[in-house]
Nanobody, 117 residues
Framework: VSVVESGGGLVEPGGSLTLSCVTSGVPFDEYHASWHRQTPGKERELVAF????????RMVDSVKGRFTISRDNIRDTVSLEMNSLKPEDTGVYYCKLQGMSSNKEWWGQGTQVTVSS
């Protein structure tokens, strides 16, 4: 199984980034997908979640209206579009797959997002 994030980088406050997570080795549409972030000294937190069929999603309150999660069940990818970025959005962003009918889960290695002027 492969879960690989990309798209992170350095951006100024107010800027935008789109993170991508490319997966292989699992029946992608049988897994919910989510993005999590972690900053030094803090626990990893859920940022955005999307169901396996892509019809339902939810975002943590701090990113509502600024971030959008989406998935492509043909290309087996999940994306996180981030707009109006703030310094507090800085962190390592991880992609996670969670089995819809099993306890299996898979994490990527993460991609660094830094919001700074």
């Amino acid at each position: 199984v492969s879960v690989v994030e990309s798209g992170g980088g350095l951006v100024e406050p107010g800027g935008s980034l789109t993170l991508s997570c490319v997966t292989s080795g699992v029946p992608f549409d049988e897994y919910h997908a989510s993005w999590h972030r972690q900053t030094p000294g803090k626990e990893r937190e859920l940022v955005a979640f999307i169901t396996g069929d892509g019809y339902n999603s939810r975002m943590v309150d701090s990113v509502k209206g600024r971030f959008t999660i989406s998935r492509d069940n043909i290309r087996d990818t999940v994306s996180l579009e981030m707009n109006s970025l703030k310094p507090e959005d800085t962190g390592v962003y991880y992609c996670k797959l969670q089995g819809m009918s099993s306890n299996k889960e898979w994490w990527g290695q993460g991609t660094q997002v830094t919001v700074s002027s």
